[in-house]
């Protein structure tokens, strides 16, 4: 028992320390894409479209149908075996097999499984669009959320210098060492320093909100993230030479428009197959029992004999000519055809803008990347003056502006360095994603 009490209580500390395990950012995303009911019903219009297309290739399959009826005459009716009317009440019995199966129709369903099969493509690259902007809304959360941690640590770092220099400062005033005025001045920067730092953990609560509601994260459930490796935001070679060839072949979004274009196409094939004569081959197999029908004994003949005698087969073919229908199959293209250059009309413009989102994007993340890098420039400049200028204030030499001002220039190049180290990697999954069509940069199986 003892034993069996240890392993639950080892099982429970381990699922703590699952849970309280830093998230990855792809860890938040892979979970916001298994948790997300917008993708979910996205990934059902696939499977419903799925079906309709199972259907459109079945049509060329024969229909068969079989059936019964069962009929009671009370009164005058005709006699099967004298061809006289009677005054009787007779009953019959009808049974049937029947077939029939399309020969030819000018195409209009080999058309309408190549329409259908487009159809199907465009909704699973639908699909994949949703997952991307998915990962893109758990991108710019979890930036936004670790650029917040790293604002509020900044300030807490912030406040910890003021409250030590509000102490050495009430400690030399008490010795007459420091004139009051200089107590007042570090007091209101102690105050505006708690209160900045009050400011940013609102802001990381909010952000981590975000976060927690874009992943449908449980509410009960500690929420932690991991930092991004500093590789995330390296100075990578992107080859953009052919990436607008690329991204045409790759993104959803585009293989969206022209497979909508091709589906537009098959429609237009669809409308015009209506012209064509259809050509059909039929046939059935028919028997029935009826009370009137007697034997050579004048006894009421049995099922099984009357259904053999009965037993009657037909076949032929159907040809079907459409002459005049008011103009509705002449309307019917047409709209089609309209309905294809506007397809076009969308893909070519996808296109256009596909190549200056492509030019924008190389442009924002090269802009990205070099304020990233001036910042940590600046940064390093920034602690050098301020350790000077703590020093010179510890032997006297720099007055309390100096110092509070090139603790803020720090705390300001500081920030800078989180915001643009957020930004640059944002810039740079954009970039990525014009290469590989994909939000996810890294393998991902759905369950």
Same mark, same amino acid.
């Given at each position: 028992?003892?034993?069996?009490v240890i392993?639950l209580? %080892?099982?429970?500390?381990?699922?703590?320390?699952r849970?309280?395990?830093?998230?990855?950012?792809h860890?938040c995303?892979?979970? /916001?894409?298994?948790?997300?009911?917008? %993708?979910?019903?996205?990934k059902l &219009?696939?499977?419903k479209?799925?079906v309709?297309?199972q259907d459109a290739?079945?049509?060329? @399959?024969?229909?068969i149908?079989a059936?019964?009826?069962y009929?009671?005459n009370?009164g005058?009716?005709?006699? #099967?075996?004298?061809?006289t009317?009677v005054v009787?009440n007779?009953f019959?019995?009808?049974?049937?097999?029947s077939?029939?199966v399309?020969?030819? *129709?000018?195409?209009?369903q080999?058309?309408r499984v190549?329409?259908?099969?487009?159809?199907?493509r465009?909704?699973q690259e #639908?699909?994949?669009?949703?997952q991307?902007?998915v990962?893109?809304?758990?991108?710019?959360?979890?930036?936004?959320?670790?650029l917040? %941690?790293?604002?509020?640590?900044?300030?807490?770092?912030?406040?910890?210098?003021?409250?030590?220099?509000?102490?050495?400062v009430?400690?030399k005033?008490?010795?007459?060492?420091?004139?009051?005025? &200089?107590r007042?001045e570090?007091?209101?920067?102690? $105050?505006n320093?708690?209160?900045?730092?009050?400011?940013?953990r609102? /802001?990381?609560q909010?952000?981590?909100?975000?976060?927690?509601?874009?992943?449908?994260f449980?509410?009960d459930?500690?929420?932690?993230?991991?930092?991004?490796?500093?590789e995330?935001? #390296?100075d990578l070679?992107?080859?953009? *030479?052919?990436?607008l060839?690329?991204?045409i072949?790759v993104?959803?979004?585009?293989?969206?428009?022209?497979?909508?274009y091709?589906?537009?196409?098959?429609?237009?094939?669809i409308?015009? $197959?209506?012209?064509?004569?259809q050509?059909?081959?039929?046939?059935g %197999?028919?028997?029935?029992?009826y009370?009137?029908?007697?034997?050579?004994?004048?006894?009421v #003949?049995?099922?099984?004999?009357?259904?053999?005698?009965?037993?009657?087969?037909?076949y032929?073919?159907s040809?079907?000519i459409?002459?005049?229908?008011?103009?509705s199959?002449?309307?019917s293209?047409?709209?089609a055809?309209?309905?294809?250059?506007?397809?076009?009309?969308?893909l070519? &413009?996808?296109?256009?803008?596909?190549?200056?989102?492509?030019?924008?994007?190389?442009? &924002?993340?090269? $802009?990205?990347?070099?304020?990233?890098q $001036?910042?940590?420039?600046?940064?390093?400049?920034?602690? !050098?003056?301020?350790e000077a200028?703590?020093k010179?204030?510890?032997?006297? @030499?720099?007055n309390?502006?100096e110092?509070?001002?090139?603790?803020?220039?720090?705390?300001k190049?500081?920030?800078?360095?989180?915001?643009?180290?957020?930004?640059?990697? !944002?810039m740079?999954t954009?970039?990525?994603?014009y290469?590989k069509?994909?939000?996810?940069t890294?393998?991902?199986s759905? *369950?």
């Open positions: 028992m003892k034993y069996w392993i209580i %080892l099982c429970g500390t381990s699922m703590m320390m849970a309280q395990e830093a998230l990855a950012y860890q995303a892979e979970y /916001a894409l298994s948790h997300n009911l917008v %993708l979910q019903n996205s &219009d696939v499977d479209q799925r309709t297309m290739m079945q049509s060329f @399959l024969p229909r149908s059936g019964s009826s009929e009671i009370n005058k009716t005709l006699d #099967a075996t004298t061809n009317y009787n007779l019959s019995n009808d049974w049937y097999l077939g029939s399309l020969l030819f *129709d000018g195409f209009r080999v058309n190549a329409f259908e099969r487009f159809n199907l465009s909704v #639908a699909f994949k669009q949703k991307n902007e990962v893109y809304s758990i991108l710019e959360a979890y930036t936004a959320h670790l917040n %941690l790293g604002l509020a640590e900044v300030q807490s770092e912030q406040y910890e210098l003021s409250k030590k220099e509000y102490e050495t009430q400690k005033t008490e010795i007459g060492r420091a004139a009051g005025s &200089d007042y570090v007091q209101a920067r102690l $105050a320093d708690e209160y900045q730092l009050l400011r940013c609102n /802001a990381v909010k952000s981590e909100f975000t976060l927690r509601k874009l992943m449908n449980p509410a459930s500690a929420l932690r993230i991991s930092d991004l490796p500093e995330a935001v #390296a070679p992107l080859a953009i *030479d052919n990436l060839n690329t991204a072949e993104l959803p979004q585009i293989k969206i428009l022209n497979n909508r091709e589906a537009a196409r098959r429609s237009v094939r409308e015009r $197959a209506s012209y064509s004569p050509l059909s081959l039929y046939g %197999l028919y028997s029935g029992y009370q009137s029908v007697v034997n050579e004994n004048g006894s #003949a049995g099922f099984s004999e009357q259904m053999k005698g009965n037993r009657r087969f037909n032929g073919l040809l079907r459409p002459l005049f229908d008011g103009f199959r002449r309307n293209v047409r709209i055809k309209i309905e294809l250059q506007q397809a076009k009309n969308r070519s &413009d996808g296109l256009k803008s596909l190549n200056y989102e492509i030019q924008q994007a190389n442009r &924002d993340y090269e $802009a990205a990347l070099k304020e990233y $001036a910042a940590k420039k600046k940064t390093e400049s920034e602690k !050098i003056a301020f200028v703590r010179k204030r510890q032997n006297g @030499l720099a309390i502006m110092y509070y001002e090139s603790k803020n220039n720090l705390a190049a500081q920030s800078e360095v989180l915001r643009t180290r957020m930004q640059t990697y !944002i740079l954009n970039l990525r994603f290469q069509g994909s939000m996810m890294w393998s991902y759905p *369950d």
